[in-house]
């Protein structure tokens, strides 16, 4: 082979590796950018990307676009990621929708569209546009904003768009499912949010309403099936443990109990060393029940109540409340003694959680053995 005809080899060699890793690489590029686009697709929208408004297949209606009016309009109010309190004075939930007229050459495009109670809703007598407007862009407009401002429950709104040539109808009802994104509780009249706290007295009962809120006021009324979590202590608190011998008390501490883990020994009388492990238990202070929306507490007794065992041994460990402990690190404060409710909704999986501070019973009178007294 001559130099020549070897260098053409070589070069045409070269040529077909180009070509081969080029394609190589267009291949592995185009695989990416199809895994690119699945990981898209399959990525869940966040809170603030979700849509308010679907229409009756499901499908998201945004503010930012113009949609053909459906036969269906469902008003979800999808909780944002994040609403401050102006927002949530005022809040408002808006689509457009375009009505469509057949036909496409008409020459009277002219429309008006309506707003009226559904068949049977409960809130009939009062305006419908306290709740769900729609607002031409101009008169005669075939496009319109659907504002709806608070919830409607299980009541009905019918759009009715009416060509003014014609008097040819359509309409799309509306419907409130209101996902919520709050628990808020009512107590003697008054709102509490998540984490705040309710006093309640020791040796009484009380009840909470348990209410589900979202964006546009209360939750639609699929929402709602409540259970109670969880009902934890925190807090802490001091008690004098003794040991005590024929009535007579031989030997005595004090120790601080702490409500989230909250154990303490009782003594071997005989070796005066730590002897049987006592747990104290949160249904010693607090029991909770639901029934529908109504948080039902029974408030036991407050920790300053606290003594084990229930009598005064003879010979044994007595264990009674003491005093507050004082936090060093909260300033010197008592460290307050409160029961945390954690309750649920089944449906939307929200959660709340309230505070019950048990308050010790209140001195409720006072008398005397006997009215009349002689020397």
């Not at 003697?188 to 009962?205: H, L, R």
């Amino acid at each position: 082979m001559s130099n020549n005809d070897f260098y053409k080899h070589a070069r045409s060699d070269a040529v077909k590796w180009i070509i081969s890793f080029s394609l190589i690489f267009v291949l592995l590029m185009s695989m990416i950018a199809a895994w690119v686009v699945l990981l898209q697709k399959e990525t869940p929208m966040s809170e603030s990307e979700q849509a308010f408004v679907t229409d009756g297949e499901g499908n998201p209606m945004t503010a930012d676009m113009v949609y053909p009016m459906p036969s269906l309009m469902r008003i979800s109010a999808m909780p944002l990621a994040e609403v401050n309190a102006a927002a949530l004075a005022t809040p408002t939930v808006e689509v457009q929708i375009e009505a469509r007229v057949t036909p496409e050459n008409a020459t009277n495009q002219d429309v008006d569209y309506s707003v009226a109670w559904g068949e049977g809703a409960q809130r009939s007598a009062e305006p419908v546009t306290d709740y769900l407007t729609v607002t031409q862009d101009t008169d005669g407009s075939k496009t319109a904003t659907v504002t709806c401002k608070k919830a409607f429950g299980n009541d009905t709104i019918i759009i009715t768009v009416t060509t003014r040539d014609g008097g040819f109808t359509a309409t799309c009802t509306v419907v409130y499912e209101g996902v919520p994104n709050r628990i808020e509780f009512l107590h003697d009249g008054k709102d509490y949010f998540s984490t705040a706290e309710i006093d309640v007295m020791a040796g009484t009962s009380d009840t909470i309403e348990l209410r589900l809120m979202g964006k546009l006021g209360e939750a639609g009324d699929k929402y709602g099936d409540f259970e109670i979590e969880s009902i934890t202590m925190q807090g802490r608190f001091n008690v004098k443990r003794q040991a005590i011998i024929n009535g007579s008390v031989s030997y005595q501490e004090t120790v601080m109990i702490n409500l989230e883990d909250p154990k303490f020994y009782t003594y071997d009388i005989a070796t005066m060393e730590d002897d049987q492990l006592v747990t104290i238990d949160v249904s010693e202070f607090i029991s909770c029940s639901i029934s529908g929306n109504i948080l039902h507490v029974n408030a036991i007794k407050s920790e300053t109540a606290y003594k084990y065992p229930a009598q005064y041994p003879r010979t044994g460990t007595y264990v009674r409340y003491d005093s507050p402990y004082y936090d060093p690190r909260g300033g010197g404060n008592p460290d307050d003694c409160r029961f945390a409710v954690c309750v649920r909704d089944k449906v939307s999986g929200i959660e709340g959680m309230i505070y019950i501070d048990i308050a010790a019973t209140a001195v409720s009178g006072v008398s005397l053995s006997q009215n009349v007294m002689e020397f």
